[in-house]
């Protein structure tokens, strides 16, 4: 280096996370070049396999890639009612999903990336949103998104952010990614979010969920997808999703169904397929062509007689005599919906990086389609009986009349308090001495044990049964046929203002059912210890003790119970339903509420009812009507312990939708064969599998023509039309 030459500071260049020292004259000091790609692309490119694998396999259970995809027209909305300024939007997309390659590239042309999709029921949306995320990952290059299709119907815009919900379902769904790689994922712009069901939010929640996805920055791109009616109310108060492209589903022909069905079979059967194809086409207004008009109807018909039973062909859908009507063609192809979406072949094997499946296991999923009929056919007849579509776990048991629903909580809960109090008791009475004497054997303990467990769980168990199914029965008089959700958070502090607060009338309501309840219990518990006297102790003074006990239990437990109940309806807020989260997180809220409430309250209880005996006691003198009364440390103590229990107990199985779920949906609707063990799991896998809904914290049937298929008497599994002999006698 002359003098001539400026001097040359040494620098680090970085390839990765590694520096690299140059010296002068660009000369390497080193002798190690690390080189790597940019990390977040590398965590972009990983996510990308991930979610891949995901859908491909989600797409082989659905049976996608078993045949070409239906081909349904994708085009602009007629009359651009849904669309937003052209010039915004950068383009239009139309096309075909039997040709997703022509579809995606349309979208990815746009010059904003945002798309809606709509279309009526059944009519392929999220066929067409899974097929659509396997071809967009497929032609990933550098520096594009990563499309990820999640169900928007968790999403609770006014309490959650957009962002926040996304990152949550994120981490959910792929559980090896960091918070830190998620936000630099999404601050990037390397997440597509392809955000099905819209339809599915609270219709209250629709419109600010829209308000929500404009307030996102320009660039943001994502898809939208939603049933045509419902995204017109919504948009009826509130903007359309803004520089987003609108696809509406167009209508099947039967020409199009046609050449579905032919092209869709191997070469070596396609004859016989072929006098079903010609007949859509010679007739396209017979009952086959206009059933076989919605893509759900045609997806089954293909599944059904890919593999039929022994003498079915598909020409017996043409049968005018067999299927007079649409309907009726809908009826036998929807009796096969169970053993197509509920196969019973062995499941994948978990992907690496997705979060493990905590549905079914693979001995549960593969269970006999009879059944699963069966427990969808309950639920189908008992949303017929209401007359409604929405299915809210907290009604499963209002299907039954009142008088068995009081007996059978009752039991349940006296049963409970049996089991609880009758073995403690048994076992003081077996091993503890409270006074001085002589020893007695085992044989001896055993027996006294065994007495008094019998005794004592007889005398707590039978009064707590019948006051739960009495006040059980207050309750669905006063309140309605179904316990709501409590929806309650527990404010102790800050009454004034409070939006949605128990009125004065319902506090007072409420400290009445304790009152009641108390006064109930106390009695029942006094007499049933004075016949237990008289029965095991053969005591002459138990004509005398239990009416005395009688008063002193139902003075004693009438006063706590009303105070506490007014406390516990004084501090409730109610949580709107319109605005509920998804039902298993209403029903983890339920449960959480009625815990706390618990906590709070029952030791209050406990403490009001242990030393409000001994202070009776000091007021009386000791004696009631000539008899002694004693109340010591021990008795007091071991109301002050057990009291709470019970009432706890007891109210939470007959006041709250929690209990009466735990009382039905998971004891007596499962042992009936009603429903599944794991009831809300099964309805969360019915909706994974595309047969039921969900509308916020309520399911409903995919498809108001499978609500009325399942609910005819005898399930999914009934005969879809009569018989070859059956119709033989009746012809005349």
């Given at each position: 280096?002359?003098?001539?030459?400026?001097?040359?500071?040494?620098?680090?260049?970085?390839?990765?996370?590694?520096?690299?020292?140059?010296?002068?004259?660009?000369?390497?000091?080193?002798?190690?070049?690390?080189?790597?790609?940019?990390?977040?692309?590398?965590?972009?490119?990983?996510?990308?396999?991930?979610?891949?694998?995901?859908?491909?396999?989600?797409?082989?259970?659905?049976?996608?890639?078993?045949?070409?995809?239906?081909?349904?027209?994708?085009?602009?909305?007629?009359?651009?009612?849904?669309?937003?300024?052209?010039?915004?939007?950068?383009?239009?997309?139309?096309?075909?999903?039997?040709?997703?390659?022509?579809?995606?590239?349309?979208?990815?042309?746009?010059?904003?990336?945002?798309?809606?999709?709509?279309?009526?029921?059944?009519?392929?949306?999220?066929?067409?949103?899974?097929?659509?995320?396997?071809?967009?990952?497929?032609r990933?290059?550098?520096?594009?998104?990563?499309?990820?299709?999640?169900?928007?119907?968790?999403?609770?815009p006014?309490?959650?952010?957009?962002?926040?919900?996304?990152?949550?379902?994120?981490?959910?769904?792929?559980?090896?990614?960091?918070?830190?790689?998620?936000?630099?994922?999404?601050?990037?712009?390397?997440?597509?979010?392809?955000?099905?069901?819209?339809?599915?939010?609270?219709?209250?929640?629709?419109?600010?969920?829209?308000?929500?996805?404009?307030?996102?920055?320009?660039?943001?791109?994502?898809?939208?997808?939603?049933?045509?009616?419902?995204?017109?109310?919504?948009?009826?108060?509130?903007?359309?999703?803004?520089a987003a492209?609108?696809?509406?589903?167009?209508?099947?022909t039967?020409?199009?169904?046609?050449?579905?069905?032919?092209?869709?079979?191997?070469?070596?059967?396609?004859?016989?397929?072929?006098?079903?194809?010609?007949?859509?086409?010679?007739?396209?207004?017979?009952?086959?062509?206009?059933?076989?008009?919605?893509?759900?109807?045609?997806?089954?018909?293909?599944?059904v007689?890919?593999?039929?039973?022994?003498?079915?062909?598909?020409?017996?859908?043409?049968?005018?005599?067999?299927?007079?009507?649409?309907?009726?063609?809908?009826?036998?192809?929807?009796d096969?919906?169970?053993?197509?979406?509920?196969?019973r072949?062995?499941?994948?094997?978990?992907?690496?990086?997705?979060?493990?499946?905590?549905?079914?296991?693979?001995?549960?999923?593969?269970?006999?389609?009879?059944?699963?009929?069966?427990?969808?056919?309950?639920?189908?007849?008992?949303?017929?009986?209401?007359?409604?579509?929405?299915?809210?776990?907290?009604?499963?048991?209002?299907?039954?009349?009142?008088?068995?629903?009081?007996?059978?909580?009752?039991?349940?809960?006296?049963?409970?308090?049996?089991?609880?109090?009758?073995?403690?008791?048994?076992?003081?009475?077996?091993?503890?001495?409270p006074?001085?004497?002589?020893?007695?054997?085992?044989?001896?303990?055993?027996?006294?044990?065994?007495?008094?467990?019998?005794?004592?769980?007889?005398?707590?168990?039978?009064?707590?049964?019948?006051?739960?199914?009495?006040v059980?029965?207050?309750?669905?008089?006063?309140?309605?046929?179904?316990?709501?959700?409590?929806?309650?958070?527990?404010r102790?502090?800050?009454?004034?203002?409070?939006?949605?607060?128990?009125s004065?009338?319902?506090?007072?309501?409420?400290?009445?059912?304790?009152?009641v309840?108390?006064?109930?219990?106390?009695?029942?518990?006094?007499l049933?210890q004075?016949?237990?006297?008289?029965?095991?102790?053969?005591?002459?003074?138990?004509?005398?003790?239990?009416?005395?006990?009688?008063?002193?239990?139902?003075?004693?437990?009438?006063?706590?119970?009303?105070?506490?109940?007014?406390?516990?309806?004084?501090?409730?807020?109610?949580?709107?339903?319109a605005?509920?989260?998804?039902?298993?997180?209403?029903?983890?809220?339920n449960?959480?509420?009625?815990?706390?409430?618990?906590?709070?309250?029952?030791?209050?209880?406990?403490?009001?009812?242990g030393?409000?005996?001994?202070?009776?006691?000091?007021?009386?003198?000791?004696?009631?009507?000539?008899?002694?009364?004693?109340?010591?440390v021990?008795?007091?103590?071991?109301?002050?312990?057990?009291?709470?229990?019970v009432?706890?107990?007891?109210?939470?199985?007959?006041?709250?939708?929690?209990?009466?779920?735990?009382?039905?949906?998971?004891?007596?609707?499962?042992?009936?064969?009603?429903?599944?063990?794991?009831?809300?799991?099964?309805?969360?896998?019915?909706?994974?599998?595309?047969?039921?809904?969900?509308?916020?914290?309520?399911?409903?049937?995919?498809?108001?023509?499978?609500?009325?298929?399942?609910?005819?008497?005898?399930?999914?599994?009934?005969?879809a039309?009569?018989?070859?002999?059956?119709?033989?006698?009746?012809?005349?």
């Open positions: 280096m002359t003098d001539a030459e400026p001097a040359l500071r040494p620098t680090y260049v970085f390839y990765g996370p590694t520096p690299i020292l140059i010296g002068d004259h660009s000369v390497q000091n080193n002798f190690i070049t690390v080189a790597s790609t940019d990390p977040l692309e590398t965590e972009v490119k990983q996510l990308g396999r991930v979610v891949l694998a995901q859908w491909q396999q989600e797409a082989e259970l659905r049976g996608l890639h078993l045949s070409r995809p239906i081909p349904i027209r994708w085009s602009a909305s007629p009359g651009g009612e849904f669309d937003d300024h052209p010039e915004l939007t950068g383009g239009s997309v139309q096309g075909s999903t039997a040709d997703l390659t022509s579809f995606a590239e349309t979208f990815l042309n746009l010059s904003r990336g945002r798309l809606v999709v709509l279309g009526g029921p059944g009519s392929g949306k999220t066929t067409l949103a899974v097929l659509l995320v396997i071809d967009l990952l497929q990933m290059r550098e520096e594009s998104p990563v499309p990820v299709l999640l169900s928007i119907a968790s999403w609770r006014r309490a959650e952010h957009l962002a926040t919900w996304l990152e949550r379902q994120l981490l959910r769904e792929y559980p090896y990614l960091s918070l830190e790689t998620i936000r630099l994922l999404r601050q990037g712009r390397r997440i597509l979010p392809v955000l099905d069901g819209l339809d599915e939010l609270p219709a209250t929640e629709r419109p600010l969920a829209l308000d929500k996805l404009n307030s996102l920055e320009d660039k943001t791109s994502l898809i939208l997808i939603c049933r045509t009616q419902d995204y017109a109310e919504a948009i009826s108060s509130t903007e359309v999703l803004r492209a609108v696809v509406e589903a167009e209508p099947l039967a020409e199009a169904a046609s050449r579905y069905l032919f092209k869709s079979a191997a070469p070596q059967k396609q004859d016989r397929w072929r006098p079903l194809t010609d007949a859509l086409i010679e007739d396209p207004s017979c009952p086959a062509a206009e059933a076989l008009k919605v893509p759900l109807m045609l997806w089954l018909c293909r599944t007689y890919r593999s039929p039973a022994p003498g079915e062909r598909p020409e017996d859908l043409i049968d005018r005599c067999r299927f007079p009507t649409p309907e009726a063609v809908e009826r036998h192809l929807l096969s919906l169970v053993p197509s979406v509920y196969s072949d062995p499941l994948p094997p978990p992907q690496l990086g997705r979060k493990a499946s905590d549905a079914w296991s693979e001995k549960e999923r593969n269970r006999d389609t009879e059944r699963v009929s069966r427990w969808l056919g309950f639920l189908a007849r008992h949303l017929e009986r209401h007359d409604r579509t929405d299915l809210a776990w907290w009604e499963l048991g209002s299907g039954m009349r009142l008088v068995p629903r009081m007996l059978l909580t009752g039991l349940l809960a006296g049963a409970c308090v049996a089991l609880l109090i009758g073995p403690m008791d048994g076992l003081a009475a077996a091993f503890y001495d006074e001085p004497g002589p020893a007695r054997d085992l044989a001896t303990r055993l027996v006294d044990g065994l007495t008094i467990m019998g005794l004592d769980g007889l005398i707590n168990g039978v009064p707590v049964a019948l006051v739960t199914a009495l059980h029965g207050i309750g669905v008089v006063f309140r309605g046929a179904a316990l709501e959700p409590t929806r309650m958070r527990i102790l502090v800050g009454r004034r203002g409070r939006a949605g607060a128990r004065g009338s319902e506090i007072l309501a409420r400290a009445g059912i304790g009152l309840a108390g006064v109930a219990g106390g009695a029942g518990v006094g049933l004075g016949f237990g006297r008289a029965l095991f102790l053969e005591d002459p003074a138990w004509s005398e003790v239990g009416p005395g006990d009688a008063v002193l239990y139902a003075v004693l437990f009438a006063l706590p119970a009303g105070l506490v109940g007014a406390l516990m309806a004084w501090s409730e807020v109610p949580v709107a339903i605005s509920a989260p998804e039902p298993r997180d209403l029903l983890a809220l449960r959480r509420t009625l815990l706390l409430q618990w906590l709070v309250f029952a030791p209050l209880f406990g403490c009001l009812v030393f409000g005996g001994e202070a009776m006691i000091i007021a009386l003198h000791n004696s009631l009507w000539g008899i002694e009364l004693i109340w010591g021990a008795g007091g103590f071991r109301f002050g312990m057990l009291a709470p229990l009432v706890g107990l007891a109210t939470t199985l007959s006041l709250s939708a929690w209990g009466q779920w735990t009382v039905f949906a998971r004891v007596w609707l499962p042992l009936t064969g009603r429903l599944p063990l794991a009831a809300m799991t099964f309805l969360e896998d019915a909706h994974g599998r595309g047969v039921l809904r969900k509308v916020g914290a309520v399911y409903q049937f995919r498809h108001a023509r499978l609500q009325q298929h399942f609910a005819v008497e005898g399930g999914a599994g009934a005969p039309s009569p018989t070859v002999e059956q119709r033989a006698g009746e012809q005349p």
